[in-house]
C-alpha cells in the first residue's frame, strides 16, 4: 500500500514561508533519503512558483511535523521540540520511521533551522 504525504519545504524560518507539496505513491519500504529526492525532483517537475520559491535553498533535513490524526504544534513554521526523536535519518525505512499515509513532513536546511532555533522569533512585514 503506498502512502500520500504533504512535504513542507520551508522556505524561511522567520517568515513562516512554507510551500507544502503532496508526495503520492510513496512505498513506505522505501527510505526516507529517497523520499527527499523525490520530493525535490517533484517540486522541480511542477515549475512555476513553488519551484522558484525552493530553488536556491539547500533541502537536507526532514522532521516530522504531524502524524495523521494528531496535532500540530504552536510555531507556523516547524516544531521546535522533540529533535532527538522527529529528525528523520535518511537511511531508515520510511515505516521504520512510523510515518503513515496524510503525515506532514518538514523539508528544510539544517544550518538555518540551527540559526533559528537559537532565537525563534516570527518576523512579519
Do not use: Q
Request: proline fraction near 2%; include cysteine; charged fraction near 30%.
Amino acid at each position: 500500500m503506498s502512502l500520500v504525504l504533504t512535504i513542507r519545504f520551508i522556505r524561511s524560518f522567520e517568515h513562516a514561508v512554507v510551500i507544502n507539496h503532496v508526495v503520492k505513491d510513496v512505498d513506505p519500504e522505501s527510505t526516507i533519503e529517497s523520499l527527499m529526492e523525490k520530493a525535490l525532483r517533484e517540486i522541480a517537475e511542477v515549475g512555476g512558483t513553488k519551484y522558484k520559491l525552493t530553488k536556491s535553498i539547500l533541502f537536507d533535513t526532514m522532521k516530522l511535523y504531524v502524524i495523521t490524526h494528531g496535532s500540530k504544534g504552536c510555531n507556523r513554521a516547524i516544531n521546535l521540540e522533540d529533535d532527538d526523536k522527529l529528525i528523520l535519518d535518511p537511511k531508515k525505512r520510511i515505516i521504520d520511521c512510523k510515518i503513515s499515509s496524510e503525515s506532514e513532513i518538514s523539508f528544510f536546511n539544517m544550518e538555518s533551522y540551527i540559526k533559528y532555533k537559537k532565537n525563534p522569533v516570527l518576523l512579519w512585514k
